[in-house]
């Protein structure tokens, strides 16, 4: 079970990088930077891979909107090679609000345009030239359109890996099923992992049965508040996952429209329906704080590893037993490099 940890698009970059450096000598494993509208994630990616030397650096993750499926292509190429071969290329589709609001594209066939930009950023990276016939892309433009002068090219250079592998962030069923069938790992943001099975489990077994072998097993991460120690109980444990209910308000209550908002469905799939509809509806309406209050206390405690070790060895058994192969930490004890070197101590002692 590997250790990731997020540089959030609106954390304060340089803190977040010092941070970084010290979490990699812990025994920090993945380095994930997302951008939704905020900073994008390559120049921050870019960044890290000069300052750190062993930790992998994933895009967590990049949409498949705002650029063409031959630039993220060319990214994939270029983070993998000033990294010396530590790139994972996170993708996802986003969210119509995001897409169409921000980028001004139409938010259309995202399952079939993640599709095409896997199967366009595999084919280029093996120095194929590029030739895609998808639902979403094209390349080189079909006849008729364009001025007709277009050629299949493929990279120029070659000192990167063959394969990156890449991460699809999915949550819905028919994406599920096809990021078990073609990507490197799922990225399926916060979720109690007890519910996997219940939830997603028949579209991951259908997805699978599809699998390349040559792909491997597929990672699964999971996001987790961390804190251990004997003292992380009552009052104390709860003051630490208080701080997670701005973000869980804003994903259940703010992240998509009333009638589509998909991490609200999940939550009513994990069994918080009533909850999810009141935070929504607070959230829509306005009421922002009250929004946040109404989180679950059950829902924070169950998706945290905030406690004694013992109770965050036995949870982490649980997690692996339920296929969890990556452990996305927030560290939130006075201490956070100290607090990942025992998470990294108790892994390996699992």
Known sequence: MKIGY???YQQDFHQGVQQAVELEKAGLDIIWCSEAYGV??????????AVTERVELGTGIINVYSRSASAVAQTAAGCDYISNGRFILGLGASGPQVIEGFHGIAYEKPLSRIRDYIDVTRQALKRERIIHDGPTVQIPLPEGQG???GKPLKLIRHDYRPEVPIWWASLMARSVRETARIAD????????PEKLDTIWGDDLRAGLAKRDESLGSLDISIGASLAIGDEYVGETADAILDKQRDNVALYWGGMGARDKNF????AGLMGYEVEAKKIQDLYL?????DAAAA?????????????????????LAEWRQAGITVVNVSARSDNAVATVAKLREIIEDL
């Open 263 to 266: 991490y609200n469905h999940i």
């Open 285 to 289: 309406d306005g009421h922002k704080a």
């Open 6 to 8: 997020s540089l959030h």
């Open 147 to 149: 001025t007709g002068l």
């Open 185 to 192: 790992g799922w990225l399926p943001t916060a979720f109690l």
């Open 40 to 49: 994008d994630a390559i120049s921050r990616i870019g960044y890290l891979a």
């Open 295 to 315: 989180v679950p206390a059950d829902y924070l405690r169950r998706a945290s590893l905030v406690g004694p070790e013992s109770m965050i060895r036995e949870r």
